[in-house]
């Protein structure tokens, strides 16, 4: 047993175009939701620089395995760092091979002539001068290291680069939601516009148009938060699939199990309000614009 | 109680007409006739509350529609319903759906409420089983029926028509005119525009007709409410949905 109420006036006598109106703005707020979850989960291009980019602390010849191991540890802790990997001097040897080739006269009969080193990959959120001024400023003191590599000038410009990619990249998901938004308003207006004989109908039979408006809107809110929600939903599910099969989504994006995150989660409720709330101001400023006060 | 003082109305520059006076209580059924562009239309609005007149005022239960509170303006509006001149019908725009407008309005109706009545309404104006059909396509005189019946289903206190029996044809006067002084009969207030008074129901006259600017005004004489005994013995349905003849 339904009655019918004014919260649903637009679905109840505009079904069908309410119907295919609101796909569209589906496939507008999952494309957005979808865009900003990425951004959420990789920082732009943090997560594929920190995959990509080390910093080396190379330790003195003769350091024993377990004080390289036991600075790796310390390391690893700080809060800038993801990983901490301690190599011995024979895994140094073996990769130094690998990157040239033919050079094994260099160990000749002697000893290897290469010292252990520690590798440290930063945090995608952590990729950028502090945060190698931070695993720096912890390196120095320690009197096994012998000298710290983090990629000098060239990282300089890295990081510059990093800086443009990742506005680039947030001025993209902006112009999605200035889309979303957009379209939110043609919508609302066209919506409101086509309740024009029906809204005189009611007023005309002592309907007050602030009350048929209040209703609206708070109409628009609910079916907004479920159409946000839904949307936010199949893009995190999107996510964690493609994250769990794609690896290329894995390196650049993120793994799916950091979706529930509270970094993540936090943002995404705030996406949610944000997208509810716009649909309910949007249906609003249709109404107002279709009918003024004291028209 | 529908009291019009001196209500005057000035539409394109010249005066349509002033000094109209009308009284129309509570279970009466009055017929303004007028000639054609005299401003029928416009008393209507002006007599519902929808268009402050140029000089006069209205009255409703001791209070001015215009002068008064909005609130008593707007209630009303919500207790009266208006046939007009030609239901407004968007194109595909089917006849339930202009009754669940109706139930928008009244508010708290549930989907089998409103079947329910719908199809009483339509089956009382001639229409059974047209729930579906576009109201674009419906002909002049079921337009006017499907208008009154949509506006019966709110039981509004006090009803307007304009030009509703010159629309509805001439073959459902009697048939109209049975309905609309049942309602009367049910203390509902009925005004009616009309370009002239009916044939047909000249021998409903109550009292002698009355002048008013360029109309006249008539006063139907509704049959007197039959004892509550009487109407058990007869089974007859709710008079609201009850059409006589």
Known sequence: MSVPSLWWIDWSLHGGPMRRETAGRFLLCFLAALYFLAML???????????????????HVGVPDEEGTGIAGKVAALPPVREAQYRDPEQAWAEFLAAYPGLELLRGEGENPLPGYVEVRLRPGWMSDEGIAVVRSALEPVSQVEKILTGGDVMQNLLRMKRWANALLWAGFVLVCV???????????ARATRLLPEVSFLASRGVPEGQIASSRTAGA?????????????LACAALFLAARHLPLVRVTVGSAEELLDAGILLPSCLFLLCAVMLQGLTSLSGWRATFPKGR | MIEAFRVGAVSRGRTLWEGVDLAAGTGELWVVAGPPSSGKTLLLHILRGERRPDSGDVVVDGESLYRGSPEHNRRF??????VPELLPAEPGKTLEEMFLLSA?????VTDEERRARMGDLLSLVGLTGAENVVVSSLSVSERARAA??????????V??????????GREWADRMGALLRALAREEKTILMMERRFPDEWQAQIASSSLSAGPFTLYRVAAPPRAPKEKERQSQAPPVSGTAEG
């Open chain 2, 104 to 108: 928008l309005a009244l508010g708290g």
């Open chain 2, 148 to 157: 009154l019946a949509v506006e019966l289903f709110r039981s509004p206190r």
């Open chain 2, 159 to 168: 009803l307007f028509l304009d030009m509703f029996l010159a629309h509805a």
């Open chain 1, 179 to 189: 889309v979303f938004l957009a379209f939110l308003v043609m919508q609302e207006k």
């Open chain 2, 77 to 82: 509006r919500a207790l009266s319903g208006v």
């Open chain 1, 41 to 59: 989960l990789s920082g732009g291009v943090n997560r594929f620089l920190s995959g990509q980019y080390t910093i080396s602390a190379i330790l």
């Open chain 1, 221 to 233: 809110v609910v079916a907004g938060g479920f159409v946000a929600l839904l949307a936010t939903g």
